[in-house]
């Protein structure tokens, strides 16, 4: 296998398995005590399925539901529903967020209104062990959007050259007669609020781009620090050395286009937590 097969094979493995999992860090003192992943996710459709799950697993492969299956947290606050969610960690593992979509759908809205005129905000958990979490708030994101319909599929990241987050979701907005699902970006610290935002990935012509996630590399493998996996009709990868920097396109990065993998225990919406050293300690 040539160097570059190498390289484009070790960036595929590792970001369309982090596509689907976001790979963030627990205190040390709970991987010395219980080594393994936490599964963020929702269930389905419905009041009681769109509400924050948990699931354990020692392998990334076999898992098992907290709570006896039940949600760990329900949302009480705008639609009183929520998918997608991330779990964020702060760079000292301190402190922790939930943030998620405020979205209910076959509970007060259908997909239609969802898509339209859905809800502006995020809706936001704060922790400081992953076990005893604040009451939820919302966090306006799209409001400042001109005719922006709704705020889907949130991620972060911390961004080392601003000593904040980058926070990115989903709007859908019309834009020269062109209605489509555009990645919104702005930076905050706290998730309470966001500094300006801007747009941060369009796809040309009327192709929408929904989700979206961001993961810094293990040193060594391949030629960029992060690689952000996004769907747009497929996953397109990208590569770049700053988060807020220039995005080499496919054509010039080591990036790749492949279709989404997924199993029957793929679940929706997850995120996952991995109790291993961070990719800016190795």
């Known amino acids: 296998m040539s160097a570059l097969r190498a390289r484009l094979s070790a960036i595929l493995l590792a ?9 963030l860090i627990t205190p040390d003192r709970a991987a010395a005590a219980d080594p393994g992943y936490l599964m963020l996710h929702f269930t ?17 492969l076999h898992w ?11 949302s009480t606050i ?7 969610p991330a779990l964020v960690r702060s760079p000292g593992g301190d402190k922790y967020w939930i943030i998620a979509t405020d979205l209910c759908i076959s509970c007060g809205q259908n997909w239609e209104a969802a898509v339209n005129n859905g809800s502006r905000d995020l809706v936001v958990w704060e922790s ?8 939820p708030w919302l966090l ?3 409001g400042a959007i001109p005719d922006g319909r709704n705020a889907w599929a949130p991620e ?14 989903a709007t859908n907005k019309p834009v020269n007669g062109v209605k489509k699902h555009r990645i919104f970006s702005a930076r905050t610290s706290d998730f309470r609020s966001i500094t300006t935002l801007q747009t941060y990935i369009e796809r040309p012509g009327p192709q929408e781009i929904i989700d979206t996630q961001i993961v810094e590399m293990p040193a060594g493998v391949g030629s960029h620090r992060y690689v952000r996996a996004s769907g747009d009709g497929q996953i397109t990868l990208e590569g770049s050395n700053s988060i807020l ?10 990036s790749t286009r492949t279709s989404p993998a997924r199993t029957p225990s793929s679940g929706c919406g997850p995120a996952w937590r991995a109790r291993e050293p961070s990719p800016s300690s190795r």
């Open 15 to 23: 970001a369309c398995l982090l596509f689907t999992s976001q790979a």
């Open 44 to 60: 389905g459709e419905g009041a009681a399925g769109q509400q924050m799950y948990l699931a354990h697993s020692t392998d990334g």
């Open 64 to 74: 098992n539901d907290l709570n006896g299956g039940a949600p760990i947290l329900r």
């Open 78 to 84: 705008g639609t009183k529903g929520v998918r997608d």
């Open 128 to 135: 400081t062990d992953l076990v005893t979490w604040s009451q």
């Open 140 to 142: 306006n994101v799209a």
């Open 156 to 169: 972060a990241v911390w961004n080392p050259e601003t000593n904040d987050y980058v926070l990115y979701w």
């Open 245 to 254: 920097g220039t995005w080499p396109s496919a054509s010039t990065c080591a």
